[in-house]
Nanobody, 115 residues
Framework: QVQLVESGGGLVQPGGSLRLSCAASRSIFSINVMGWYRQVPGKQRELVARVTRGGTTTYADSVKGRFTISRDNAKNTVYLQMNSLKPEDTAVYYC?????????WGQGTQVTVSS
């Protein structure tokens, strides 16, 4: 079992940047793939990006070229650098394993992109 705590969200103007962090309560080295997900009210949670233990990354088409996922196994932390943000990126962002484990969902962090 691991507890995941997301942080770094906020209100940002279109075109702006944010860096999200996901701190784990124990080592994530043994977890092969970690992911960032997002959810808009009334819609299913979707995978935004994932990263393997070795650093291989995969992105949803909607964020490719704008978002960068990374992980620091020594700090038990996963990051999501978000650049060129758009209003459609507004959502609650969560981290979890990939595929996700139900008991690992945290509270998420709200990202709002608006002028």
């Amino acid at each position: 079992q691991v507890q995941l705590v997301e942080s770094g969200g906020g209100l940002v103007q279109p075109g702006g940047s944010l860096r999200l962090s996901c701190a784990a309560s124990r080592s994530i080295f043994s977890i092969n793939v970690m992911g960032w997900y997002r959810q808009v009210p009334g819609k299913q949670r979707e995978l935004v990006a994932r990263v393997t233990r070795g650093g291989t990354t995969t992105y949803a088409d909607s964020v490719k070229g704008r978002f960068t996922i990374s992980r620091d196994n020594a700090k038990n932390t996963v990051y999501l650098q978000m650049n060129s943000l758009k209003p459609e990126d507004t959502a609650v962002y969560y981290c979890n394993t990939y595929p996700p484990l139900t008991t690992y969902w945290g509270q998420g962090t709200q990202v709002t992109v608006s002028s």
